[in-house]
């Protein structure tokens, strides 16, 4: 058992460009979750999947956004047409169910200049 | 609405010093609870969890926290803090049956010698 884990691990972009994320769970573990932290706050929830299925989106995730999870594996998470206010640090979670504790890969740092 | 309030942003303690920081949730069905440790630039460790039973949890490095139903509390405790326990701490909350965490903006810990 590796983790969970992101890639890529850094991405610097300019406005207006599309960006891509990858997130590997924890191979046994069905729910994969994605979340936004910015400086100095807490994790914010942006959307989970269950298998393939997305079941939630937080208000968070805007047009611009789209998460998917085409096998019940790995994940992705694009960003469309980025703006400053996209920089943050994007971090996937996966958990089994039960028992539902969420563990967190290292994260993917956005900066868009 | 869910939230956590972690009312310390910023905790200094010497080694060798006990530690506790604090949690309050606002939740309106059964919580689980969790603290994650997060050291800079990385991701987010399970320190621990609480979902039932026993009101004290241990967790790994040393930790432990004590749900408090009457107070709506879930205050993280160590006796002794290493300096290696220097980061930032965050408490959370989710649901019985899994999917989002609502995390609190986090307490810095910061260890002098």
């Known amino acids: 058992d590796t983790g969970v884990s992101q890639d890529p691990r850094h991405k610097i972009t300019k406005r207006g460009q599309n960006v891509t994320f990858r997130c590997d769970p924890i191979s046994e573990h069905n729910r994969l979750y994605w979340y936004r932290q910015t400086l100095g706050q807490g994790p914010e929830f942006l959307t989970y999947f269950q298998n393939e299925a997305q079941l939630e989106k937080s208000r968070l995730l805007s047009d611009r956004f789209s998460a998917e999870r085409p096998k019940g594996s790995f994940s992705t998470l694009e960003i469309q047409r980025t703006e400053q206010g996209d920089s943050a640090m994007y971090l996937c979670a996966s958990s089994q169910e039960p028992p539902y504790e969420q563990y967190f890969g290292p994260g993917t740092r956005l900066t868009v200049t | 609405a869910q939230s956590v309030t972690q009312p310390d942003i910023h905790i200094t303690v010497s080694e060798g010093a006990s530690l506790e920081l604090r949690c309050n949730y606002s939740y309106g069905a059964t919580p689980y609870l969790f603290w994650y440790v997060q050291s800079p630039g990385q991701g987010l460790q399970l320190l621990l969890k609480?979902?039932?039973?026993?009101?004290l949890v241990q967790g790994i490095k040393g930790f432990e926290a004590e749900f408090k139903r009457s107070q709506s509390s879930f205050n993280l405790r160590k006796p002794s803090v290493h300096w290696s326990d220097a980061a930032e701490y965050f408490c959370?909350?989710?649901?019985?049956?899994?999917?989002?965490?609502?995390f609190g903006a986090g307490t810095i810990l910061r260890v002098k010698s």
């Open positions: 959370a909350v989710g649901p019985e049956y899994g999917n989002k965490l609502v």
């Open positions: 609480y979902f039932s039973g026993d009101t």
